[in-house]
């Protein structure tokens, strides 16, 4: 459909800005955001609907807008409810970039504009769509409580006589229709992921059909790209991260008219899917904050009061301050150019979601925050009377990963790598530097380790980083003494830059082509160094014990 025929659409309340001279662009699915950078969730040809909460002022617009443009949207739509008017700064920025600009009257809510597009788009040439998409809208804009995903799969199965269920990346189960029989099994959701991931690898368009046992599936993959995606964008960014439609039959006996309902219904489901991602921003700005705090050293007082206040958002109802848990994971792909800071974010928040419970929400109650390579979760745990001390609480790093190694290992097979450290709980602002950094440890020790899925706990730096806060100065000393000073010394006679070269090499997790890269060395140089630093120091920089020695001996001087 072309963006005319929206604007003549007198339900839709829509009122032009500008852009009148690209009304004739053709619009291809629509999506709902809040984001400051929605990109990730773009294919082009999308029709953007906004509240405006991502701008907080005159400046933001300008980058909103070319975002926007870059991924090739046809027109942004903002909402009038928040700000009663649309800001001129938004008006001019998409002037400038010629993105046709709707105002949303308040009245109108967004989901009756997603009715209409996906009706225009995917539900004119199949009848039964029509109705299920009718009757979701009236049932989305009755109340919250009347909306997600689970509407969807009821009406499939009431309107179409399809059993669906929607999945996370991981296997979890999102939502199923209430008739739809009995649950997924934990076995066939973690298989179903599994397959979805190692098919999207591929980057073989959906959907993917699996057989387990007398039982066909399709998957269909959720995302916010609008009917027809074409991604611009490397398919491993946003394959760890998208919800997943599991049907069951047999997609590959169906007409082009079946399938384009699917996709259609796919796009419904992301309407809640984004704002789940969207409220999102909410935790993730107060978990960037804390950790600012704590990595620049902040007064433990000032800590603790973003604490009080980051914890009613994240467990709502608690009376007391809870325990605090912090997870440090890194996602590194074989492709250098490949950025996996995002990938490790969404799949942190994934993650730490008990497998065993159902539905959108219990997510959002972890807050992930990033720092460089690294995303870096903080938990909150609700506080224990008595005799424990909250020592015992948290998610053990042996079992973390235990329900979504399957799934995760087929999303990075061959050239990706997620690693996490696990932090033990702690029950104060004086504690969370502590736990940050004994996270940060355990992730490289988990990086040490053969596999592309690796976690490692607390418990297993208890010789090393638990025990430093007790040794005498004097010892700390000659410890560190004893293990660089051959190096420091023979710096200083041949500039060798053996201590540089030892830092780096660390912070590759071991990686010799990595190294080598970061500093600009051929990798038979490199072996060479590292070859000099053994000699001066008698270690053996391929042995865990030895590296947990360097590192310490480097971050203690």
Same mark, same amino acid.
């Given at each position: ?143 919250? /409580? #009347? ?5 969807? *799969? @009821? &009406? %499939?199965?009431?309107?179409?006589? +399809?059993? =669906? ?85 047999? /997609? #590959? ?5 079946? *399938? @384009? &309902? %699917?996709?259609?219904?796919?796009? +419904?489901? =992301? ?85 065993? /419970? ?200």
């Amino acid at each position: 459909m072309r963006l005319r025929a929206l604007l003549e659409t007198d339900a839709l309340g829509l009122k032009l800005l500008g852009g009148e001279e690209e009304l004739d662009r053709t619009v291809r699915g629509v999506m709902t955001t809040d984001l400051r950078d929605p990109s990730r969730y773009l294919s082009g040809g999308e029709l953007v609907l906004t509240g405006l909460a991502w701008r907080r002022d005159a400046a933001d617009s300008e980058p909103f807008v070319r975002i926007l443009v870059q991924s090739g949207v046809a027109a942004l739509a903002a909402g009038e409810a928040e700000l009663n008017e649309i800001p001129d700064d938004l008006v001019v920025a998409c002037a400038r970039h010629r993105l046709p600009l709707f105002a949303v009257h308040e009245s109108v809510a967004f989901a009756t504009i997603t009715e209409h597009v996906v009706r225009q788009v995917s539900g004119e040439r199949a009848g039964d769509l029509a109705a299920v998409v009718d009757r979701h809208r009236r049932m989305m804009t009755s109340g919250p /409580a #009347g909306g997600g995903p689970d509407v969807v *799969l @009821d &009406l %499939l199965r009431s309107d179409l006589d +399809l059993r =669906a269920w929607v999945l996370s990346p991981t296997g979890r189960l999102i939502a199923g229709a209430k008739e739809a029989g009995p649950a997924l099994p934990p076995e066939v959701c973690a298989r179903l992921a599994t397959e979805q991931l190692a098919a999207a690898r591929t980057g073989r368009r959906g959907p993917h059909r699996v057989t387990l046992g007398p039982t066909t599936y399709s998957l269909f993959p959720v995302r916010s790209t609008g009917r027809d995606p074409q991604p611009a964008r490397d398919v491993r960014e946003t394959m760890l991260s998208d919800w997943l439609l599991a049907v069951e039959a047999d /997609a #590959g006996e169906w007409a082009e008219e079946r *399938l @384009d &309902l %699917l996709h259609g219904v796919t796009q +419904l489901i =992301a309407v809640e899917r984004d704002r789940r991602d969207a409220a999102r921003t909410v935790r993730r700005r107060l978990a960037q904050e804390v950790l600012e705090l704590v990595q620049t050293g902040a007064p433990p007082a000032e800590i603790a009061a973003r604490l009080r206040v980051a914890a009613p958002v994240l467990l709502p109802g608690l009376g007391a301050a809870p325990h605090w848990q912090v997870v440090v994971a890194r996602v590194e792909w074989d492709d250098a150019q490949l950025e996996g800071q995002a990938v490790a974010q969404a799949l942190l928040e994934e993650i730490l979601v008990d497998p065993s /419970a159902t539905g959108p929400e219990p997510s959002d109650r972890i807050a992930v925050a990033h720092s460089g390579e690294e995303a870096i979760a903080l938990v909150p745990l609700p506080a224990v009377t008595g005799e424990h001390d909250g020592s015992e609480q948290g998610v053990p790093a042996d079992v973390l990963l235990e329900a979504v190694r399957g799934p995760l290992s087929a999303g990075l097979d061959g050239d990706g790598r997620l690693t996490l450290g696990v932090s033990a709980a702690v029950h104060s602002a004086e504690g969370l530097r502590g736990a940050l950094e004994e996270a940060r440890h355990a992730r490289r020790v988990a990086a040490a380790r053969p596999g592309r899925v690796c976690a490692a706990g607390h418990q297993e730096l208890a010789s090393h980083v638990l025990l430093l806060p007790f040794v005498p100065d004097d010892v700390r000393r000659a410890f560190t003494a004893r293990l660089l000073d051959p190096l420091r010394e023979y710096d200083q006679r041949h500039r060798a830059e053996l201590i540089s070269t030892l830092e780096a090499f660390l912070d590759c997790d071991g990686s010799w082509t990595r190294c080598a890269s970061r500093l600009h060395l051929h990798v038979n140089t490199l072996r060479y160094r590292v070859g000099r630093i053994e000699q001066l120091t008698g270690r053996d920089l391929s042995r865990l014990e030895d590296k947990l020695d360097f590192f310490l001996a480097l971050r203690m001087s």
